[in-house]
């Protein structure tokens, strides 16, 4: 039996993700200037965080009254998965669709304006479609979740990364729930 060749994940998803969990004081000197790619896993990041926000963690992860040391890493690579998904559906639509949706994120982070409703409701309907593709029973096995976790905290190198301990510190109780 062939071993299953693990999900190839964007750095910059991870790199993402990273920064919402790790603690200020071991986040690495950035770069000012962000490429565009980065901007545009950091802006599907930042809705898919909001999306969490609004209908809250999925049941199928079996997050709800787990200790942190289970769901922050759960959550954490939940939201990685449904990023890389939702960045390659995006990819996947014609040229002429897929670069209005990149230029309109290109343009909301050159501008510091308004995202456009449309450019929204596109990146939405991709991120939900994302969701519900996402293995949840999968991430809740230690041999999936495990890996991944790791590269979510090493996602700027092994010497920027954060203890668990620290990373759970971090997240009040109902936060992680």
Request: with cysteine; proline share 6%; glycine share 4%.
């Amino acid at each position: 039996m062939r071993k299953k060749r693990r999900m190839p994940v964007n750095k910059y998803i991870l790199q993402a993700e990273y920064m919402r969990i790790t603690p200020d004081e071991q986040i690495p000197p950035l770069d000012e200037d962000l490429s565009l790619e980065a901007l545009r896993f950091a802006f599907i990041h930042d809705v898919i965080l909001s999306h969490i926000d609004v209908f809250g963690v999925p049941e199928e992860l079996q997050a709800h009254g787990k200790k942190k040391d289970i769901v922050i890493p759960r959550l954490s690579c939940y939201i990685v998965l449904v990023a890389q998904l939702a960045f390659q559906k995006i990819n996947q639509l014609p040229i002429a669709f897929k670069n209005a949706v990149w230029q309109g994120i290109d343009n909301f982070h050159l501008n510091h304006d308004e995202p456009p409703d449309v450019l929204l409701l596109i990146v939405t309907h991709y991120i939900g479609e994302a969701l519900g593709e996402v293995n949840c029973g999968e991430l809740r096995n230690k041999h999936v979740s495990g890996p991944l976790w790791n590269r979510i905290k090493s996602a700027y190198g092994p010497e920027y990364a954060a203890e668990d301990d620290k990373i759970f510190d971090m997240f009040d109780t109902s936060d992680a729930e």
